[in-house]
């Protein structure tokens, strides 16, 4: 993951913002992990990762509300096609 970030150096990583036990054990590992390469690469590269934004958003096992809600992103397969 750090070598992905000192390569593309990204703007914006996405994150599940999971809790541990509230969906597929994966997304709270992975956010383990990017949380730990951001650091490192903060370290290494503090103006490169100084830019960097970090969005967080819930999988489809999480239950919300609307209102709860503070981004909508609109999207459908011809939008992540390559």
Known sequence: ILAALEETRPDVV?????PEGS????HFK??????EALR???????????AVRVWGYRNVWFRFTVAEATH???CSPADTAA
Do not use: I, Y
């Open 14 to 18: 996405t994150v599940a913002f999971d």
């Open 40 to 50: 490192l690469w903060r370290e290494g590269d503090p103006e490169a990762a100084r």
């Open 30 to 35: 992975v956010l383990q992990a990017v949380a």
């Open 23 to 26: 969906g597929p054990d994966t």
């Open 72 to 74: 909508a992103v609109a």
